[in-house]
């Protein structure tokens, strides 16, 4: 494989050049240019890589910027810029960087270039959603010499590597800064004049130490990256990188069977069978996205659960069912996972029994999936004193998870079964989560995929009790509340050691689910789709990522 | 002719006014743009600080007294997802759709006019009958559709043309256009016959019904009989009396085809405002929504203006007056 992907060799002529650049060009990259044309199914919204906290623009941002952690596929933590790190004491962080590197631009990256990105993350103007929550805490960050960096927190912070996976460094020459830079809270010096997130559409700012260099932005029509000759670790494969948002996803599949597109991430999973017929590769992997339901289970004072009725005939009359343990277990026991997964998803996702796939650290391994149980199911709600069930309106956006209306269907069809008659109400997102995170239903269904790929972060938002003060359960909106599943989760996320961390989160988890605090439904399985001689490695955390694609025989 | 176009101008002024206000209440009252901006973990302090920063943190009445004193002074705002002003958003993807829009409109034009024409002269011959039965099937299916099947003949099944985006382009005069280059014109084609088909069709049936009015006309008849040749017949004396309603028409309809023309550019992935007002819908980009479809409303002001001026030029009897 050394003529470009797109012009095998396939005609004699070509074999005989093929065989000629391979004998010439004596490795896996050739003399022929090699170009990746990815199709994304999102657009990111700015260059910027501290605008916006968002998927594609996070995506988008580890080929061009560079953070001291990263994560591979799998979601294991691994050292990028930083060489190694270590936790001197239970507020000091030291990362020793990697020596040698150098920015697109040919400047070498210094801890200066990571003061000054931290400096200037709390400064981005209008931030739709910010990534000051990660440098917030930090009280002092210093370079004793110009390889070490030590960061202080006031609170002890375990997962800061983790957190700090999710931050792109920048030149501090290219942006700007005119000398070094020394962090003080409120406040740095020495910053000159940060660019404006719009700046970074032009390459001479948007400067980074990624595999790829910025190389043309035009908005809503394409992103076109190069190869940054200067990047320190292996070659990237191509050398051009242009990726067009095809929002819709008919017109993203076409654009791959039309040869348009090399990869394309997401197709719509009907259309999987036809892709590989097609002669196209699809690969599919495991994601870090959770579907459930949460059931209102708030027992406030004057608080009446919003979209239940017909429950004035029950043992106790007009009570909350869903506060009752029984009736939640019940309504868990009536979904068929497996009919959810093999009808509506096309055998595309897994059934979920806890809120993370194991491996990720505080899973475990096979964590029992709630049986299909219809009679036992019946059971419980008559011996909770519904043996004529009730009714349910079950809440569910319609244009955020793959099929998520649909399974809403099926669920409610399963729970109908049982005695629980159930209507849908299904909305587009803009309106759901609004309607959510007021409080406007007694069961919904939503996603939640944990950016750091660890247990605390899907307990932390999904089961702790919910605590605006404080933020934490903040997207529980079912108000499940269970103290020592509280304890748990907090103690784990101050403890420094990770066996014993993700050894707590595992008993915070299991404690919580005994009490089904929720109904956890299956776990996403991401699609992507390559043309015959790539291979996409599928990530956990569902990002497109040119460094992940292989070109294969 | 002055008096009507300040009385024009009044018009687009109250209608945009009112447009305006519709809008920014009716997006206010649909959900919470936080919602959609901040990321899921997001905790309720900077949900706070994404709220002051945008301004939604005020009330309703205080919100809008800002938007109409900053409108007025020429500012729509910035939009909540891209942080540079709503205006200038729109104004980057606009070169695209009234490439499209316009090609899609000569296209219409260029093609329909004489198949109508034809299919008027000669109504019972097996040409005209096939263009009238082709003209049916472009108007009756739907859009997307076409589309669809646009897509999978040209470009998945024979690969002649690429199945979406917008080519390479070149900056004339501070302007995007791809118009110039092989690669833009290659992108251009599917998604301008696919945007340009439905227009065609109306071209076709207005001309044709036109024409065969026409034709038993007094005047024509008497043109024949000064010994006029058909072809001058057809194409001065005839053309002119047809062009009336087709300029009509195409005057409206260039104005959705610029203002709507979102399935085709959703189809075709084609980066023009279409596109952009529902991505902006979907994220509850207030500004955008707003300045979109202010500048909506002034453009088919303008469209319906410009088609009165040629009116005017067009037949001779046609006054522009206070009173029109």
């Known amino acids: 494989m050394i003529e470009t992907r797109r012009r095998p060799c396939r005609t004699l002529s070509r074999a005989v050049l093929c065989g000629w650049a391979l004998a010439s060009a004596g490795g896996p990259l050739g003399a022929a240019a090699r170009d990746l044309r990815i199709g994304l199914a999102a657009e990111a919204t700015s260059i910027d890589p501290h605008f916006h906290n968002l998927g594609p623009n996070n995506a988008l941002r580890r080929h061009i910027f560079e953070g001291l952690v990263t994560t591979d596929p799998a979601m294991t933590v691994l050292p990028a810029l930083a060489l190694a790190w270590t936790a001197d004491d239970a507020h000091t962080w030291t990362f020793r960087l990697r020596p040698n590197v150098t920015f697109s631009d040919g400047t070498p990256f210094t801890a200066n270039d990571v003061i000054y990105t931290f400096c200037r993350i709390p400064l981005v103007e209008n931030s739709p959603s910010s990534f000051a929550t990660f440098v917030r805490p930090f009280e002092s960050v210093t370079a004793p010499d110009p390889l070490t960096v030590v960061i202080r927190t006031a609170e002890p912070l375990p997962l800061l590597p983790t957190n700090i996976t999710a931050l792109g460094m920048l030149s501090a020459k290219a942006s700007g800064a005119p000398g070094p830079v020394t962090f003080a809270k409120g406040g740095c010096a020495g910053m000159g004049t940060p660019p404006k997130s719009t700046d970074f559409g032009n390459p001479k700012i948007a400067v980074g130490t990624g595999p790829y260099a910025l190389k043309e932005y035009v908005r809503g029509t394409q992103v076109v990256l190069a190869r940054n000759p200067t990047y320190w670790g292996a070659a990237p494969a191509f050398d051009t990188v242009t990726m067009k948002p095809i929002v819709s996803t008919g017109p993203r599949v076409a654009a791959l069977l039309a040869g348009d597109a090399d990869l394309i991430e997401n197709p719509a999973i009907q259309d999987l069978p036809r892709i590989e017929a097609a002669g196209f590769t699809v690969a599919k992997g495991l994601s870090n996205r959770i579907i459930y339901i949460h059931l209102d289970q708030f027992d406030g004072p004057g608080w009446k659960t919003p979209t239940i009725r017909g429950t004035d005939k029950a043992a106790p009359p007009d009570k909350n069912p869903l506060l009752d343990r029984r009736v939640r277990e019940a309504l868990s026991k009536a979904i068929d996972r497996k009919a959810v997964v093999e009808r509506v998803m096309g055998g595309v996702a897994q059934g979920a029994g806890e809120l993370l796939p194991f491996p990720l650290a505080g899973t475990t391994k096979d964590f029992p999936v709630v049986a299909y149980d219809p009679k036992a199911a019946k059971d419980l709600l008559a011996q909770a004193g519904y043996p004529n069930g009730f009714e349910i309106t079950l809440g569910t956006p319609n244009d955020r998870y793959i099929n998520d209306e649909k399974i809403a269907q099926a669920v409610a069809q399963m729970w109908s079964r049982i005695g629980v008659k159930t209507s849908l109400d299904a909305a587009t997102a803009s309106t759901f989560f609004t309607r959510r995170n007021t409080f406007s239903f007694s069961a919904y269904l939503a996603g939640w995929g944990a950016d750091s790929g660890e247990m605390s972060n899907s307990l932390n938002s999904l089961l702790l009790c919910f605590d605006p003060e404080s933020g934490r359960g903040f997207t529980n909106r079912g108000r499940y509340c269970n103290r020592e599943v509280d304890r748990l989760t907090i103690e784990a996320m101050r403890t420094f050691d990770e066996n014993e961390r993700s050894a707590l989160l595992r008993r915070a988890s299991a404690l919580a689910m005994a009490d089904y605090p929720l109904i956890p439904l299956h776990f996403e399985v991401t699609p992507w789709a390559t043309v015959k001689g790539l291979r996409y490695t599928p990530r956990i955390d569902q990002y497109t990522l040119a460094m992940d694609v292989a070109v294969v025989k | ?324």
């Open chain 2, 1 to 324: 002719m002055l008096t009507y176009l300040i009385q024009r101008f009044g018009q687009a002024l109250v209608t945009v006014a009112a447009m305006a206000t519709l809008v920014f209440v009716g997006v206010y009252a649909i959900a919470d743009p936080i919602d959609m901006l901040a990321a899921p973990d997001a905790t309720p302090d900077e949900r706070a600080a994404i709220g002051a920063q945008l301004g939604l943190d005020r009330s309703l009445p205080v919100q809008f007294g800002t938007f109409a004193w900053r409108a007025l002074h020429g500012d729509l705002g910035r939009s909540f997802v891209y942080n540079e002003p709503a205006l200038s958003v729109i104004l980057q993807r606009l070169p695209a759709t009234l490439e499209l829009a316009l090609t899609a409109l000569v296209l219409a034009v260029a093609v329909g006019l004489p198949l109508g024409l034809w299919a008027g002269l000669k109504p019972s011959s097996g040409s005209g009958r096939t263009i009238m039965t082709g003209s049916i099937l472009a108007f009756s299916l739907p859009n997307f559709w076409q589309g669809l099947m646009l897509v999978l003949v040209f470009a998945v099944t024979l690969g002649w043309f690429p199945a979406g985006g917008r080519g390479e382009t070149v900056n004339v005069l501070g302007i995007e256009t791809g118009l110039l280059t092989l690669d833009g014109l290659r992108h251009l084609v599917l998604p301008a016959v696919n945007l340009a088909l439905f227009k065609l069709a109306v071209v076709i049936r207005l001309a044709r019904a036109g024409t065969r009015e026409a034709m038993l006309q007094d005047y024509v008849r008497f043109a024949r009989a000064k010994g006029l040749s058909p072809a001058r017949i057809v194409g001065v004396h005839v053309l002119k009396n047809i062009l009336l309603p087709v300029v009509t028409v195409i005057g409206l309809e260039l104005g959705s085809m610029i203002a709507f023309a979102v399935v085709t550019e959703t189809v075709f992935a084609w980066p023009g405002i279409g596109k952009l007002l529902i991505d902006s819908i979907n994220r509850l980009d207030r500004p955008v929504i707003v300045a979109y479809l202010m500048l909506t409303v002034c453009l088919f002001v303008a469209i319906n203006l410009i088609v009165d001026l040629i009116y005017a030029a067009l037949d001779p009897r046609v006054r522009l007056s206070e009173a029109a």
